[in-house]
């Protein structure tokens, strides 16, 4: 009954919004971006952030919202935009702790509150840290206490680092005596994040008793620092950078133990993947750190560990961990081990299941994993008992889309956060059978800017390659008002990793349906090294960037021109960023070059053997089948370089590099832009001196999806396309 409440109650949002007839990058990058729905201990009701964008003011706006998990019903929580975090904790079902992003200092720190999630005005400040924290995780004690975790650079003393206390240097200058000077867009300081851990200590004399919904508390003592010190060839970080946060640790429901992943500190850091978890009591410090899996105690699993996560109980430990030492994109493995470190007892789940999940939760009783990985082209949720033999084929209870997080419910129910190519948030829970129980949101449904989406706008198909025997995905994304008895040009989508795909969800970078908005039909194909077809096809690129991947996208565009009339490959474009950037350079030296009337560049290797100027060796290494040691003709360095094939080079080509992408240096574009204009082949560049891989600031954002736009419409002979000069 209450699904078909909401349902109807959508079917009526639907009616009053206006019916766009295409998504703008404005309307885009404008749109409501939600955060990931945290539900309260009973289940009864979630909070997310809510962020609009408004292109007049150039500023951001956050607030929070409510869903009543009962009625249905989403309503403002708060318009506090320093509210950056909150967890359910204290007393009673809707305690809660949170964190304000400033402290009363105005020292770069942060402050904590405690407070009712009913009642805001009543938030008591218990304490304010003098360093910018985060990532809170938080736990009840049987003494009525609050145990909380959180993270921040710490200096190699193992004190908290706070820049705003920083002063400034004489000099600038930087010292490295081995390798990994600089990650992904920052250069690496002696500073190393650290897990931090404090404890709320209750002031009211009956914890059981009190009549306050949220309790008094105060900090006691100093926070413990539980990570820092641990070194060899390295010294131990959690959360990992660059992408690391607060999945890579957690503390136990009771709040007296502590896990941690971090770099194994016995490798180098830019050779190897290897990461391990440690299992520390809260009362105790780095000095009773106990690694759970170090290299030898489980045969065969020495990578990269993942999404360490005590069970509901506290009794287990839930974990992913990769075979491969020096490989980014292994297959990730289940393991359970008990979190108990004189008894571990290490067991793999299902350990033959050809997935890699990424997303890990416990069922309330503790017999099963819910695990969400790549499969076909979504990334789905499967429920996994943790008893399950190596043979057990899980089978999914999510279909489209992709994650963004999941929440077992007091009822067993799971509440997923996703997003799909038509809507960029989702809100809804599935029981353990895979029926969808609740629909909460559907943002194509109340967001007017992406109104008139839906999953009519998208469609797939497979085809056949001669570089693997697995069948090939891609995506088909229509513009609106699309009409099979018309043609529109080709947009063709080569995705980044090469590790990765292509997947059913929102982006706010490269938006499939803000691309088809503007006049083409998006192909967007999962050649080999995409992830969700099984580990064989992700792996068989290594070696093989030039031709597998290639072939590959040749016979998808074979595909489109002969099976999808309403495609005109005569006026196509390509695109692509990272390997699909790569594979962009590479296609322009090959036939499948002059298919394309243009082609568009964003931080792309354009000289394989200059790939030594990233950070992560490893990824080199595995991708390029061996170590760039004297290289010779017959190498994979030189065998898929894109420049050895500089004389075909004719295409229009649009280039895209920022100065702060460090995995892909800036000169790679600028060393591609300046070849296409000594060729004389039609060329554009665009920079951006304080964006990353990726272009994140949204008014950047809009002057790169302006730029681009114009390229490719002027020489796909878009209706109405100026000159892009």
Known sequence: MMKSILEAAACVALALLPVVSAITPEGMLAAPRRGVALANPSGELAIYTYTNYSFADHEATTVWEQINLTSGAISTWSTDSN??????????????????????E????????????????????????????????????????????MYAPAYPNGTAYNEDLEDTPVSTARIYTDIYVRHWDTYLTPQRN??????????????????????????????????????????????????????????????????????NIDLPLANFTSSQIYWVPFSGSVNDSVPINPIGATPGAEGASASPTFSKDGTKIGYFQMNGISYESDRNIIYVANADPSNLNITSVASNWDRSPDVLAWSNDGQVIYAAAPDLGRERVFPVPV?????????????EGVPAGMQVLANG????????????????????????????????????????????????????????ETAL?????????????????????????PQGGHYN??????????????????????????????????????GHWGDYPYNDLVYAWDYVNTSLPYVDTVRGVAAGASFGGYMMNWIQGHELGRRFNALVTHDGVTNTLSDYATEELWF???????????????????RWNPIAYYDNWATPQFVVHSDMDYRLPVSEGLMLFNMLQVKGVPSKFLNFPDETHWVLDRDNSLVWHTEIYKWINYYSGISGAGSPY
Not at 83 to 104: C, D, H, M, Q, R
């Open 194 to 263: 650290a897990v931090f851990g404090g404890v709320l200590a209750r002031q009211n004399s009956s914890y059981s008793n009190s009549s306050s919904s949220s309790g008094s508390y105060s900090l006691r003592g100093s926070l413990t620092n539980y990570v820092t010190g641990k070194c060899n060839a390295t010294c131990a970080e959690s959360p990992v950078q660059p992408f690391g946060g607060a999945g890579d640790y957690d503390l136990s429901p009771d709040g007296s133990q502590v896990i941690f992943l971090t770099k």
């Open 83 to 104: 509210i950056s975090e909150v967890v359910f904790v204290g007393p009673s079902k809707t305690s809660i702790l949170y964190v304000n992003a400033t402290n009363e």
């Open 473 to 497: 995905q891609s995506w088909i994304i229509y513009p609106s008002n699309f009409s099979a008895t018309q043609t529109y040009p080709l947009c063709f989508i080569v995705h980044g990793g």
């Open 387 to 399: 008893n399950a033999a190596a043979d057990y084929k899980p089978t999914n209870i999510t279909n």
């Open 413 to 468: 129910q799971i509440l997923i956060s996703d997003s799909k190519i038509w809507s960029s948030r989702d809100i809804y829970t599935v029981n353990s059978r895979g029926a969808v129980t609740n629909i909460y949101l559907q943002a194509n449904l109340v967001d007017p800017a992406l109104s008139g989406l839906g999953p009519q706008d998208v469609s797939e198909f497979y085809f056949s390659s001669n570089s693997t």
């Open 620 to 638: 080199i290494n595995h991708d390029f089948a061996g170590i760039f040691t004297s290289p010779n003709e017959t190498s994979t360095y030189y």
């Open 505 to 542: 969800s929102w982006s706010t970078r490269w938006n499939f349906k803000v691309w088809a908005d503007q006049g083409y039909v998006v192909i967007a194909p999962n050649p080999t090294a995409s992830s969700g077809w099984g580990q064989n096809l992700t792996d068989a690129v290594s």
């Open 106 to 149: 105005g020292d770069g720190g942060i402050s904590l509150y405690t407070a009712d999630a009913a009642n805001l005005a009543g938030a008591s400040l218990v304490a304010s840290l003098p360093a910018p924290f985060s990532g809170l995780k938080a736990a009840s004690t049987k003494s009525g206490d609050i145990h909380f975790l």
